[in-house]
């Protein structure tokens, strides 16, 4: 069956600009994650959801940042007023549910460069 | 917080040579652990998995043991193949707070040569 998908698989952007990242996880799956992998670092937490409602936003890095999942499927990560450092692969994933045994499935990520 | 740290690649090896890659973790609760494999223009992928102490968790010739008296999670593999040159990430979750979010060491390149 079909995978994480995320789109657009590169997006360069210049500084300051509002960009949209999408994610769909795999149909049924409850949970999802958003992860951001700077170059050369292992990927970082930035927020979860469960069903609609994001349940830990703890990792995002400041409120530049916001991710919407409106009908508990499709992901939207956010980010205004786009700064240099910002530039990283962000990652998907989602799993069953939330439970420590369920395996997270990734996407291949967007690649955002800010110019 | 939690942590994991493993060592620092890049790691060469010849085809059929015994690899070991090291992951220790600091975690406040109790973790399940996780080795996660990225092959060249590929996303991550779950390699293998263990969620309680002395638990081994095996696929496709890997290896890693749970060990809770080291805190420490080594992946190993007895023969590399080419194929298996990939960056390996160790993780944890921490099965005692919500959501199973997973932290990530620094992940290590393998280049295997024929």
């Known amino acids: 069956g079909a995978g994480v998908s995320q789109t657009p698989s590169n997006k360069v952007t210049e500084k300051g600009k509002y960009v949209e990242l999408r994610c769909d996880p795999i149909?049924?799956?409850?949970?999802l994650y958003w992860y951001r992998q700077s170059l050369g670092q292992g990927p970082e937490f930035l927020i979860y959801f469960q069903g609609t409602g994001a349940a830990d936003d703890s990792g995002l890095p400041n409120d530049r940042f916001f991710a919407v999942r409106p009908e508990g499927s499709v992901s939207t990560l956010k980010i205004q007023r786009t700064e240099r450092g910002d530039s990283a692969v962000y990652l998907c994933?989602?799993?069953?549910?939330?439970?420590?045994?369920?395996?997270?499935?990734f996407g291949p990520g967007t690649r955002l460069t800010v110019l | 917080g939690n942590s994991v740290t493993q060592m620092e690649g890049p790691v060469t090896l010849s085809e059929e040579a015994f690899l070991t890659i090291n992951c220790t973790y600091t975690?406040?609760?109790?973790?399940?652990l996780f080795w996660y494999v990225q092959y060249p223009g590929e996303g991550l992928q779950l390699l293998l998995k263990a969620t309680k102490a002395d638990d081994k968790g095996s696929n496709k010739g890997f290896e890693a043991t749970y060990r809770k008296e080291t805190t420490s999670f080594h992946l190993e593999k007895g023969s590399v193949q080419v194929s298996d040159s990939a960056v390996y990430f160790c993780?944890?979750?921490?099965?005692?707070?919500?959501?199973?979010?997973?932290?990530f060491g620094g992940g290590t390149r393998v280049l295997v040569k024929p």
């Open positions: 975690a406040t609760g109790y973790p399940s």
């Open positions: 994933a989602s799993s069953l549910d939330t439970s420590g045994s369920n395996e997270q499935f």
């Open positions: 149909s049924g799956h409850t949970a």
């Open positions: 993780a944890l979750s921490d099965r005692g707070a919500a959501g199973n979010k997973l932290t």
